[in-house]
């Protein structure tokens, strides 16, 4: 059998040219987690200018200043001065525990912004359990901080690292309870869904209006969740030091900084999801979808930036409540949690299936 050269060429191109769709197709995978990762970075860096900004306007300071324009690359300062510190690491402590603690904290909660749609469809994984995925994602975070704790071998760090422990079980109970009622009134446990069926009719469709006591619950899990004040309990600095960061420092305390407010971050997006209509336009019988079906891109655009504007209004609620409300004693924290939000949330969840019930 001959094969001519001209043959020989065309099968050569031929080859080239599925390899090179091959490499186009793996770049175009990574193009969406990267673009959401970048997103998630800038959201982070905006949060940390913010709190700075509202806290001094409540403590009548003047703020974050020279650092670019109104002091908003502060933070960026902040963390490269972070990287480029030394790594100290204690010397009689469980290494690999200690190394570890920080990038679990960190990884757990960045995998929940997977199935968190920031605009129609604009998910990452449009999944059948994606709410109760970032449930349980989530829930790995604190075994992160415990063993940041233990692994530090200091008994300041140890105690911190239990109370995160036992604040993370007290208040994801509750807050497990609200969403599932939540779930119960969409009829779905995907994000999406969830949204969609708040689209119908418009601000009043939100289920802020019918779950109200869900949403009061599920507001203060989520700060203690966050380990915000009045919550802040594991890193109490009057009792603890710094609590299970005492022993970090350079970018180990870094990652740990940053997974805090990764953390606000995305109990904002689910509290806009969840009880506020996600990237729905609050106005009845106008839905995105319309938008989205004359202009894919402006529709898209727009869903992002409402879902965005509900997501920074409960930030500053967060915020506010921080510079406000005084710190919790643990006894406190822990009745709060297993004797009044425990035993209303399981009740509300009663009523929502009683009531789901009776409307079929």
Same mark, same amino acid.
């Given at each position: ?12 191109? &031929? ?19 990267? %673009? ?16 700075? !900004? @509202? ?52 990884? %757990? ?29 989530? %829930?790995?975070?604190? =075994?992160?901080?415990? @063993? ?71 507001? =203060? ?9 009045? &919550?802040?309990?594991? !890193? ?51 839905? =995105?979808? !319309?938008? &989205? !079906? ?59 299936? %009683? ?6």
């Amino acid at each position: 059998m001959i094969i001519y050269a001209t043959e020989v060429q065309t099968i050569n191109s &031929f080859v080239r040219l599925e390899s090179l769709k091959e490499v186009y197709g793996l770049i175009w995978i990574f193009v969406p987690i990267f %673009s959401l990762i970048l997103g998630i970075i800038t959201g982070v860096l905006v949060i940390v200018w913010l709190e700075r !900004e @509202i806290s001094a306007g409540i403590q009548q300071r003047i703020g974050p200043e020279y650092a670019g324009p109104l002091g908003i690359l502060q933070a960026l300062a902040d963390g490269t001065k972070l990287l480029f510190k030394e790594d100290l690491r204690p010397s009689r402590g469980n290494t690999p525990l200690f190394s570890i603690g920080p990038s679990i904290a960190v990884i %757990s909660i960045l995998l929940s912004y997977s199935v968190l749609p920031f605009s129609n469809h604009l998910v990452l994984a449009d999944l059948n359990i994606g709410i109760f995925l970032w449930i349980a994602i989530s %829930s790995i975070a604190p =075994i992160g901080l415990l @063993i940041s704790g233990y692994g530090s071998n200091n008994k300041y760090s140890f105690l911190g690292g239990l109370r995160a422990a036992a604040q993370s079980i007290s208040y994801e109970i509750p807050l497990t309870l609200c969403v599932l009622s939540i779930s119960l009134l969409s009829n779905s446990l995907s994000t999406v869904d969830i949204v969609e069926a708040q689209s119908k009719y418009g601000f009043w469709g939100w289920n802020l209006w019918r779950q109200p006591i869900g949403f009061i619950i599920f507001l =203060i899990s989520s700060l203690a969740e966050c380990e915000r004040l009045p &919550f802040d309990l594991p !890193e109490a600095e009057e009792e603890l030091i710094a609590g299970y960061q005492t022993e970090y420092s350079g970018i180990k305390f870094g990652l740990f900084y940053v997974a805090s407010y990764l953390n606000l971050l995305i109990s904002s997006l689910f509290v806009t999801v969840l009880y506020l209509g996600g990237w729905n336009i609050s106005i009845p019988y106008v839905s =995105i979808l !319309e938008l &989205f !079906e004359r202009d894919p891109i402006f529709g898209t655009t727009i869903g992002i930036f409402i879902t965005l504007a509900k997501t920074y209004l409960f930030l500053f609620i967060s915020i506010a409540t921080r510079w406000t409300l005084p710190r919790l004693r643990m006894d406190q924290l822990l009745n709060l949690g297993w004797k009044f939000l425990l035993p209303i949330s399981l009740g509300n969840l009663l009523l929502t299936t %009683s009531f789901q019930l009776f409307s079929l």
